[in-house]
């Protein structure tokens, strides 16, 4: 699959934060029962490797991405682990040739016009608007769509199943990440028909 297929696969991409190793699996299989198949598990706490091995395995229906990848060695170790995708927070030269070196579909974050203009002369045209309301969220984008229409917006940061369908209404937004469909205290209360019932009214967004 490629990154334009799997934005276009879900209108929300959950971003996952793994305390508890344990939590990994069941969580999965919530989110992909309640109808949200693209996951993105976050590098941000230790146990985000383990857990993107853990659910490779273990729920073959999940396309499955790493997130908060901001170190070039972090690409191959998830892509060995299962990754499909990977997110970063923002570009480098140097998570540029990570991401062509292991081959990882990469959805870099930009938060200015001049960070488009550069993800774009290295070749990435599907882009993270982070952190988007920060960055001027849904005024930013259609601000943005004037000068730069052939990119693709994945806003993530500060949006929840509320505004989310004024993001998913903008022409270059293919879809949105947001945290909101794993709250901590859900997986910590191991509560999986809660983590899915926030996936079945998320996958209705569109
Ligand atoms: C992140 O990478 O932390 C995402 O932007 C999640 O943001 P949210 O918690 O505001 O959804």
Do not use: Y
């Amino acid at each position: 699959m490629n990154l334009l297929e799997i934005m276009r696969a879900s209108p929300v991409i959950p971003v996952i934060a793994i305390d508890d190793i344990r939590h990994a699996v069941p969580m999965a299989q919530a989110l992909v029962e309640g109808g949200i198949r693209v996951l993105e598990v976050t590098l941000r706490t230790r146990h985000g490797l383990a857990a993107i091995r853990a659910i490779a395995e273990q729920v073959p229906q999940a396309i499955l991405g790493v997130g908060t990848l901001t170190r070039p060695e972090d690409f191959a170790a998830a892509r060995d682990a299962g990754a499909v995708f990977g997110v970063s927070p923002g570009l480098t030269r140097d998570l540029v040739q990570a991401a062509r070196a292991s081959g990882l579909p990469l959805l870099p974050g930009v938060m200015t016009p001049s960070e488009v203009l550069a993800a774009r002369e290295a070749g990435f045209f599907q882009l993270k608007l982070f952190p988007a309301v920060p960055a001027g969220g849904v005024g930013m984008l259609n601000a943005i769509a004037g000068p730069l229409p052939d990119v693709l917006f994945c806003p993530t940061g500060g949006i929840s199943q509320e505004t989310a369908p004024q993001f998913l209404a903008c022409k270059n937004v293919a879809c949105v990440g947001g945290s909101w469909l794993t709250p901590r205290e859900l997986l910590a209360a191991n509560d999986w028909e809660g983590v899915r019932a926030l996936a079945t009214a998320a996958a209705g967004l569109r």
